[in-house]
């Protein structure tokens, strides 16, 4: 952590590859700024994967789990992620086709999850065309029932439904990354399985199992030990139900190639490993709650549900009734990845006074839904966390571009001087107001409290 007045601190990541300056006022004098730690990422990739691969933790090397009539599931995680798949896929499929297991005996499986179906060209430039065209490349579809293998029911009553390919392969070989995540404490592992090729139904069940209070808990679970996560206990009963071998290829990531860690293994023991680095690395220290906290999307490539999580991810930082300040630069390619344009053309249109009511009425809706079983439970729960007892500003072009200057409790800039000038009045333009500063918060979280 550094002050604001030091060289660049100002300076956020914007984009891909581009920067943008924070025009802040020049009375805000009490300003922190936390950026992860990103230090000795790998050098040779294809080196480190073979590594891996051939040290597995907690289960044999695929050399001695795969017969040459092996069937074998491999699943990535969706595009909204920026997983090295694109050069992990050759090596591994290399090695697999090295003890002769046939290529109609291999599908190429996306974990979205309730995330946006992947077409060809997603798909195409997620694995590459080398894979499309010569693998069954599969994008499971969320709500067809007829497409999933109901595996029964855990003890807590999660019903099991997974994507027929994944679920009837012999081996299922998981490629994903390790990221925080509001309800399962850290993404990676079974996720991309449960619910990443789960039905809806399934999905839903697993999430609501991350819900827990009447208010204030984004910050409950996030980044905390896999261990003791409701949610990640509710994947480990759903994968005891999984048949076949499962092995876990995953990674702790920088921004877009950097790699700081692959492991490969079985998935729990490789998460536990991974989720103790990524604590270190991300979570930002522990200190008196501020006035104002700004929050960057970058790395996440502008899918916008995952850059309002980014602002729950550092709420707990942020005093009560504060202001959450969020700057999300969006790929317009990835605008209704997992939010459709339509519902949040809806929110816009009902501008301040959707917004009054928005804040009210996400409690109700969120019982309701609660109370009926619903799979966006946990949207509701995110929402109402985000708005309630708290202002939300939000610097997006390209969101301000197409909806306007609202969406509903949440106002949004095209233009950086006309929201510090709105965020000033509200805190009074005399006023210093006690500020924290994430750049790049798809990568670092705050905790709820000290660890």
């Known amino acids: 952590m550094t002050t604001i007045t030091e060289q660049n601190a100002t300076t956020i990541p914007w984009g891909e590859q581009g920067s943008l300056e924070l025009e802040l006022p020049d009375s805000w004098t009490d300003v922190d700024i936390f950026?992860?730690?990103?230090?000795?990422?790998?050098?040779?990739?294809?080196?480190?994967?073979?590594?891996?691969?051939?040290?597995?933790?907690?289960?044999a090397p695929i050399e001695q789990l795969l017969k040459p009539q092996s069937t074998v599931a491999i699943v990535v995680d969706d595009p909204s992620r920026w997983t090295p798949v694109r050069e992990a896929l050759p090596i591994l499929l290399k090695r697999i086709h090295a003890l002769g297991v046939a290529r109609e005996n291999i599908t190429i499986n996306v974990g979205v999850g309730r995330h946006h179906a992947v077409d060809d060209s997603s798909m195409r430039k997620r694995v590459g065309d080398a894979i499309v065209d010569n693998y069954r490349c599969l994008s499971p579809p969320v709500d067809d029932l007829s497409q999933y293998e109901d595996l029964g029911t855990t003890e807590s009553g999660v019903p099991v439904r997974v994507f027929r390919p994944v679920a009837k392969a012999d081996v299922k070989i998981l490629i994903g990354s390790v990221l925080p995540h509001l309800q399962a404490g850290f993404?990676?592992?079974?996720?991309?399985?449960?619910?990443?090729?789960?039905?809806?139904?399934?999905?839903?069940?697993?999430?609501?199992?991350?819900?827990?209070?009447?208010?204030?808990?984004?910050?409950?679970?996030?980044?905390?030990?896999?261990?003791?996560?409701?949610?990640?206990?509710?994947?480990?009963?759903?994968?005891?139900?999984?048949?076949?071998?499962?092995?876990?290829?995953?990674?702790?990531?920088g921004p877009p190639g950097e790699v700081?860690?692959?492991?490969?293994?079985?998935?729990?023991?490789?998460?536990?490993?991974?989720?103790?680095?990524?604590?270190?690395?991300?979570?930002?220290?522990?200190?008196?709650?501020?006035?104002?906290?700004?929050?960057?999307?970058?790395?996440?490539?502008?899918?916008?549900?995952?850059?309002?999580?980014?602002?729950?991810?550092?709420?707990?930082?942020?005093?009560?009734?504060?202001?959450?300040?969020?700057?999300?630069?969006?790929?317009?390619?990835?605008?209704?990845?997992?939010?459709?344009?339509?519902?949040?053309?809806?929110?816009?249109?009902?501008?301040?006074?959707?917004?009054?009511?928005?804040?009210?009425?996400?409690?109700?809706?969120?019982?309701?839904?609660?109370?009926?079983?619903?799979?966006?439970?946990?949207?509701?729960?995110?929402?109402?966390?985000?708005?309630?007892?708290?202002?939300?500003?939000?610097?997006?072009?390209?969101?301000?571009?197409?909806?306007?200057?609202?969406?509903?409790?949440?106002?949004?800039?095209?233009?950086?001087?006309?929201?510090?000038?709105?965020?000033?009045?509200?805190?009074?333009?005399?006023?210093?107001?006690s500020v924290r500063v994430f750049p790049q918060g798809g990568l670092s979280y705050h905790p709820e409290r000290d660890a």
């Open 35 to 59: 950026w992860p730690d990103r230090s000795g990422t790998i050098d040779d990739y294809p080196a480190a994967l073979s590594n891996a691969l051939d040290h597995p933790l907690g289960i």
């Open 187 to 253: 993404g990676g592992g079974y996720k991309l399985i449960f619910p990443g090729t789960s039905h809806r139904s399934t999905l839903g069940a697993l999430h609501r199992s991350g819900l827990g209070g009447n208010s204030d808990d984004a910050a409950r679970l996030l980044g905390g030990d896999p261990a003791k996560n409701p949610m990640r206990k509710a994947i480990r009963e759903a994968a005891a139900l999984l048949p076949g071998e499962c092995v876990s290829i995953s990674h702790l990531l």
């Open 260 to 433: 700081f860690r692959v492991l490969a293994g079985r998935p729990d023991p490789v998460l536990e490993e991974l989720t103790t680095e990524a604590r270190r690395r991300f979570a930002a220290p522990f200190t008196k709650p501020v006035d104002i906290i700004i929050a960057g999307n970058n790395p996440w490539p502008g899918d916008p549900m995952q850059s309002f999580k980014v602002l729950l991810q550092h709420r707990a930082a942020g005093k009560p009734g504060g202001i959450l300040v969020g700057f999300f630069w969006t790929d317009p390619v990835e605008l209704d990845r997992s939010f459709p344009v339509a519902a949040m053309r809806l929110i816009a249109v009902t501008g301040a006074l959707g917004g009054a009511v928005t804040r009210k009425g996400l409690v109700v809706a969120e019982r309701a839904a609660a109370a009926l079983g619903r799979p966006g439970t946990f949207l509701l729960r995110w929402a109402r966390e985000l708005v309630v007892n708290r202002s939300v500003y939000v610097y997006a072009p390209t969101l301000h571009a197409r909806f306007g200057s609202r969406l509903g409790p949440i106002r949004l800039y095209g233009v950086q001087s006309r929201l510090w000038a709105d965020i000033a009045k509200k805190v009074g333009r005399e006023s210093a107001p």
